[in-house]
């Protein structure tokens, strides 16, 4: 994901959330938001549900410090994983 004037990836959202850095959640949204969005959608042919699903794992990803015990995969997969149990 590109912000401008910085290039975002899954170890820099993780360092930040793990530090308590706000700035983590909110390059996780702008990184991911949409295109889980989308991407549940295609299960659900339903935005606005699909939009609750992936606020919910936002929200948990964030509560259940779940960035603290990412071993292999990276957010994309963790987020569509967790959106699709939840369908």
Not at 32 to 39: F, G, T
Not at 45 to 70: G, S, T
Request: glycine content about 6%; hydrophobic content about 45%; overall charge negative.
């Amino acid at each position: 994901c590109a912000l401008p004037i910085l290039q975002v990836d899954d170890k820099l959202i993780i360092g930040l959330l793990t530090a308590n850095d706000p700035r983590g959640m909110e390059f996780m949204f702008t990184c991911y938001y949409r295109p889980l969005v989308l991407w549940t959608d295609t299960i659900l042919n339903d935005i606005p549900a699909a939009e609750d699903l992936v606020q919910e794992f936002l929200v948990d990803f964030w509560q259940q410090h779940v960035y603290e015990r990412i071993s292999s995969g990276g957010i994309r997969e963790i987020g569509r994983a967790s959106c699709r149990e939840r369908v």
